[in-house]
């Protein structure tokens, strides 16, 4: 796509991303390097193989096999930095880090010495214009007892860094209602709620997140567009969807949302749920997985048809819509 259908003065502002994964960041290069620490020796044509899928399930498939290789905190250290200096190259200045809590829970880690080694890693970044903040994140179909255990981890570390608790993974599994106890206990901790919700489920997920977790912000939200009422909801309460279009495509989730067999990003909702009032903030989702940066999504945006104004508006609403504490997402 010509540069010049992203205006200059967008692609210059700083910005924040809200919907962006840690293990889904990691370059094919930085994978060669983690692997090789554990004995595995790759190219990074094999990885970019591996990051290459037709639909959800595959991409699922991928995300368990990169993250297998992280199995300390001194990996968890390399990657959050290779994300950081990447994100600066992005003229992001604020972030809400998406971490996989529940599946270190999984593998037997020690989920405190993780984020200790995250902390130490991004304190230099702070200084150079980057504030990181985090999401302790549950995968869905681990359960509620499971998901529980990221909120005490959350607890235990007790860092004003994590702003939010989250829970993504299959979205088709455990009911909505068995988590309400778990987003209870979070708010009761002092950590914003989120929900993958309406990604490849139906729109009732996105209601569900919202009626019976108290989601404050819904990450992908598509299926909205498939609603009416739900879209009515959305912009009246003014929850934010994280839109990822470029993930939506390679996941195969917008296509699924439209009820077709393939789609191109100049099917994507976005438009029509931001011209109908709802907040929509621009994400990446996994970046390195899905062969992207925040600059594309931007001009993916512009593709759809967004005029300039439009997409100034998304930008603010990256800051506006950001859990942290007024004052720190400042976009010096």
Request: proline fraction near 6%; hydrophobic fraction near 40%.
């Amino acid at each position: 796509m010509p540069p010049s259908l992203l205006p200059p003065r967008i692609a210059s502002l700083p910005k924040a991303e809200l919907h962006l994964h840690l293990e889904g960041s990691i370059q094919p290069a930085t994978v060669c390097a983690l692997t090789a620490r554990h004995g595995v020796h790759l190219s990074e044509g094999g990885v970019r193989q591996r990051y290459a899928y037709r639909d959800f399930p595959e991409f699922i498939e991928a995300f368990k096999w990169v993250t297998s290789f992280l199995r300390g905190p001194e990996d968890y250290a390399l990657i959050v930095r290779d994300l950081a200096e990447h994100l600066l190259t992005q003229r992001v200045v604020y972030t809400e880090v998406t971490l996989s809590v529940g599946v270190m829970l999984l593998r037997k880690q020690r989920p405190e010495a993780n984020f200790e080694a995250l902390l130490r890693a991004t304190e230099p970044f702070e200084h150079r214009g980057l504030r990181i903040r985090w999401v302790f994140d549950a995968a869905r179909q681990f359960g509620a007892e499971a998901a529980m255990e990221v909120v005490r981890s959350a607890k235990r570390c007790g860092s004003r860094a994590i702003v939010a608790f989250g829970i993504g993974g299959d979205e088709l599994s455990v009911p909505t209602e068995a988590f309400q106890s778990v987003y209870e206990r979070a708010a009761e901790i002092g950590l914003h709620r989120l929900m993958h919700a309406g990604e490849v489920g139906s729109p009732e997920k996105i209601r569900e997140a919202i009626e019976l977790l108290g989601a404050e912000r819904i990450g992908h939200g598509i299926a909205a567009i498939n609603d009416p009422d739900l879209m009515e909801l959305l912009a009246e309460r003014q929850i934010p969807l994280e839109v990822c279009p470029g993930s939506n495509i390679k996941t195969g989730a917008l296509a699924l949302q439209l009820g077709r067999n393939a789609a191109t990003i100049e099917d994507h909702p976005l438009p029509a749920l931001l011209r109908h009032g709802i907040p929509v903030v621009l994400s990446t989702d996994d970046p390195a997985m899905f062969h992207t940066t925040l600059q594309t999504e931007y001009e993916n945006a512009a593709r759809m048809g967004l005029h300039e104004d439009e997409l100034a508006r998304i930008v603010e609403m990256g800051f506006q819509h950001a859990f942290s504490p007024a004052g720190e997402t400042s976009r010096a």
